[in-house]
C-alpha cells in the first residue's frame, strides 16, 4: 500500500478498536488493477482448465470450513452479528457459494445460432479479466462469496473493496485462497474507503465488470464513475422496503408465521436488504397478529454478540443509530404508536444497540412507511382488499423483495403477479437458495443478479464467431 491513512475497524458492540489497516488508495487499486491485467493476460488463471480452476475452489470451501470459527468470529466481532447467525446462517452460506459456483464452472455452454447451409454462428462467453467487487457491512464473509465465487469460477481476476467497517473476513478469504493454490494477483482485497478505493475501482480502464451492494445513493455514485470511465459492466443491488403480506387465512400457520415475521423482521438487527420491515396484514386478523407478533418481538434476546444465546446485537455504528432513533421519534411525533422497546440493563454505554421496535398508525410518507432504516424496526399496516394490499405493497421506490402468506393459491398467484418485487416467497421468508437468481426491480437493482448461473453473465461477455461455409 502506498497510502498512510488508515481503516480503523471498532467493534459495535463496545465501541472499542479492533485494529488498525493501511487503507488503499487510487494509486494502490491503479497497481492492483494493473498487476491483475497482467496476471489474466498471461493465463495462469483464465486459461487454466475449468475443472483445475473448480478444483482450487473446491480446496477454498473446505480451508473455509476447516477456520469456520475464524470466519464466523471476524464477521461477528466486526458487525456487531450474533456469533450463531454467523455459525449457523453466514459461514455455512458462503462455504456452498464456493462450493455450488466451482462446481457449475463447467455447467455454463455456448450456443449455436439456427444459422442455414452456408454459415455457422458460435456464441461463447468469455471472462471479462479484471473484475471488481464493492461490498456491504452487513453481510460481511457471505456477500464477498457471492461475488468471489462466479467471478473466479469463470477465470477472472477479481479486486474487492469490502466495507470500511468489516473488512477482515474478506482478506483472511484471500489468504485461504492463495493457500488452496490460487495464483497471486487472481484475488486481491483492497481495504478502503468508497470516496477513494470504491470510486477509484468504478473508474479504473482495466476493470471490465463492476458488482456492488449497498446504498442506491453509493450505487448511483458508482454508476455515474464508470460512466465516466470505461462504460464498464455494472451491477447494483442496493436494498430494499419489503413486506410481508398475511391474508385472511395467514393464521392457520400458526407460529410458523409469527417465527418467520420475526426472522424477516429482526434478523441482523433488521440490517438486512431484504428486510421485513413493512407487514401489511388484512384487518380481520390484525388485532391477532399484531398482539403476537409484539410479544415475539419482546422475547428477543438482546446483548453481547459473542454469546451464542444472543439474538439481538448492537447495529453497526452510531450514525446508524442515530439514523433509526430519529425515524422512530417523527413517526411517534405525527401520531404513530410504539408498541415494543426498552433496552436490557448492563450493556456497554458505547455499544450502538437499539431495541426490535413495532409500529402501528405510522403517518403516510414518514421515513418508517418508505425509506430503508437498516435497523429493527418495523411498520405494521392493515388492508380489506388484494388490490389495496398490492397497493401498498408497490407504494415504495424499492422492489427487492416480498412475502406473500395465504393458503388459497388463487390469491398467492395473483399476489405475486401483482407484486413488484424481484424475489418473492410464499408462506416462508426466504431468499431461495444458491440455485435461484437473487435481484430487485425499481431501484433495488440495476443490471445483473447474484446467484443461481445467471451470476456468471456478470462476470463473462458474450462472443459471436461467425463461419462462413461453402
Not at 102 to 131: N, Q
Request: hydrophobic share 45%.
Amino acid at each position: 500500500m502506498t497510502t498512510n491513512e488508515t481503516l480503523l475497524v471498532v467493534n459495535p458492540a463496545t465501541g472499542e478498536p479492533i485494529t488498525a489497516l493501511p487503507a488503499a488508495s487510487a494509486d494502490d487499486v491503479a497497481k492492483a488493477a494493473e498487476q491483475a491485467r497482467q496476471v489474466h493476460d498471461a493465463g495462469v488463471w483464465s486459461r487454466r482448465p475449468v475443472r483445475e480452476r473448480a478444483a482450487v475452489l473446491l480446496r477454498l470451501a473446505d480451508l473455509m470450513e476447516r477456520d469456520a470459527e475464524i470466519l464466523a468470529r471476524l464477521d461477528s466481532e466486526d458487525a456487531g452479528k450474533p456469533i450463531t447467525e454467523c455459525r449457523t446462517g453466514d459461514v455455512p452460506g458462503a462455504i456452498e457459494t464456493i462450493r455450488w459456483f466451482a462446481e457449475a464452472a463447467d455447467k455454463v455452454f455456448g450456443r449455436i445460432a439456427p444459422s442455414g447451409p452456408d454459415g455457422l454462428g458460435l456464441m461463447s462467453r468469455e471472462p471479462v479479466g479484471v473484475g471488481a467487487a464493492i461490498l456491504p457491512w452487513n453481510y460481511p464473509l457471505a456477500m464477498t462469496a457471492w461475488k468471489v465465487g462466479p467471478a473466479l469460477a469463470a477465470g477472472n481476476c477479481l479486486l474487492v473493496k469490502p466495507a470500511e467497517a468489516t473488512p477482515r473476513s474478506a482478506l483472511h478469504l484471500a489468504a485461504l485462497a492463495a493457500e488452496a493454490g490460487l495464483p497471486d494477483g487472481v484475488l486481491t482485497v483492497l481495504p478502503g474507503y468508497g470516496s477513494e478505493a470504491g470510486a477509484a475501482l468504478a473508474r479504473d480502464p482495466l476493470v471490465g465488470a463492476l458488482s456492488f451492494t449497498g446504498s442506491a445513493a453509493t450505487g448511483r455514485r458508482i454508476l455515474k464513475d464508470a460512466a465516466d470511465g470505461n462504460f464498464k459492466r455494472v451491477s447494483l443491488e442496493m436494498g430494499g422496503k419489503s413486506p410481508q403480506v398475511l391474508m385472511p387465512d395467514a393464521l392457520a400457520y400458526g407460529d410458523e408465521l409469527i417465527d418467520n415475521m420475526i426472522e424477516a423482521a429482526f434478523l441482523t438487527m433488521g440490517q438486512n436488504c431484504t428486510a421485513g420491515s413493512r407487514v401489511l396484514v388484512h384487518r380481520s386478523i390484525a388485532d391477532e397478529v399484531l398482539e403476537r407478533f409484539t410479544a415475539a418481538a419482546r422475547e428477543l434476546v438482546i446483548g453481547d454478540p459473542a454469546d451464542p444465546r444472543t439474538q439481538i446485537g448492537p447495529l453497526i455504528n452510531h450514525a446508524a443509530f442515530d439514523r433509526v432513533a430519529g425515524a422512530v421519534e417523527a413517526a411517534r411525533d405525527g401520531g404513530a404508536q410504539i408498541h415494543t422497546g426498552g433496552l436490557p440493563h448492563g450493556l456497554p454505554p458505547r455499544g450502538a444497540y437499539y431495541p426490535p421496535t413495532v409500529i402501528t398508525r405510522a403517518p403516510a410518507g414518514s421515513d418508517v412507511l418508505t425509506r430503508e432504516l437498516f435497523g429493527p424496526v418495523v411498520a405494521v399496516q392493515t388492508f380489506t382488499t388484494e388490490d389495496e394490499a398490492v397497493r401498498l405493497a408497490n407504494a415504495t421506490e424499492y422492489g427487492l423483495a416480498a412475502s406473500v402468506w395465504t393458503r388459497d393459491l388463487d390469491s398467492a398467484f395473483r399476489l405475486t403477479r401483482g407484486i413488484e418485487a424481484g424475489v418473492i416467497s410464499v408462506n416462508a421468508y426466504s431468499e431461495g437458495d444458491i440455485t435461484t437468481p437473487f435481484g430487485g426491480w425499481k431501484q433495488s437493482g440495476f443490471g445483473g443478479v447474484e446467484k443461481s448461473t445467471n451470476a456468471f453473465e456478470q462476470w463473462t461477455r458474450e462472443k459471436t464467431v461467425w463461419i462462413r461455409t461453402r
